[in-house]
T-cell receptor, first 112, second 113 residues
């Protein structure tokens, strides 16, 4: 099992550019989530999904879109990058009825 | 989801037992208590989860008093590698509200030689 994988590990964008952060899990987990973590801060929930075709907003959804066409994949799209979106992005997955989440290694994004 | 309050930071020394307390005065009947650990530049890692009394695994113990308004994560004989941020989460596993898992600011634990 690879667990939760994220690509890319690092990315630099210019303001206004768009890009997609990839997340995949091979544990057949129903729940997947995207978090961002700014330096010295806790994690903030961006979007989450309770299964294929079902997504919902977290605490800080503005500027981000998600889709969940398969159980395995949960990509996060930045529509028009802004310097305020400079952060480390973590994807996580878990089974139903548990708070035991498995996190990916993170994507460090810098927007200039 | 019940709001949680943890100390911002704690210091200790190698070989000591460390107890981190989390307050959750508004915990609901169906809520469980979960703790995560996060090392720098890594995603959080699940440590332990409990409902009442005491839960122990190979890494830590979780103590929950009868009123469940607080919980204490206990790390026995810490080492330098236990330096990390520890997050306390409280929530219902079995209803739609459980689909959101919100992390607070956590407790930054520093272990010294």
């Amino acid at each position: 099992n690879a667990g939760v994988t994220q690509t890319p590990k690092f990315q630099v964008l210019k303001t206004g550019q768009s890009m997609t952060l990839q997340c995949a899990q091979d544990m057949n987990h129903e729940y997947m989530s995207w978090y961002r973590q700014d330096p010295g801060m806790g994690l903030r929930l961006i979007h989450y999904s309770v299964g294929a075709g079902i997504t919902d907003q977290g605490e800080v959804p503005n500027g981000y879109n998600v889709s969940r066409s398969t159980t395995e994949d949960f990509p996060l799209r930045l529509l028009s990058a802004a310097p305020s979106q400079t952060s480390v992005y973590f994807c996580a997955s878990r089974r139903d009825s548990t708070y035991e989440q498995y996190f990916g290694p993170g994507t460090r994004l810098t927007v200039t | 989801l019940a709001k949680t309050t943890q100390p911002i930071s704690m210091d200790s020394y190698e070989g000591q037992e460390v107890n981190i307390t989390c307050s959750h005065n508004n915990i609901a009947t169906n809520d469980y208590i979960t703790w995560y650990q996060q090392f720098p530049s890594q995603g959080p890692r699940f440590i332990i989860q409990g409902y009442k009394t005491k839960v122990t695994n190979e890494v830590a113990s979780l103590f929950i008093p009868a009123d469940r308004k607080s919980s204490t994560l206990s790390l026995p004989r810490v080492s330098l590698s236990d330096t990390a941020v520890y997050y306390c989460l409280v929530g219902d596993l079995f209803y739609s509200s459980a689909s959101k898992i919100i992390f607070g600011s956590g407790t930054r634990l520093s272990i010294r030689p």
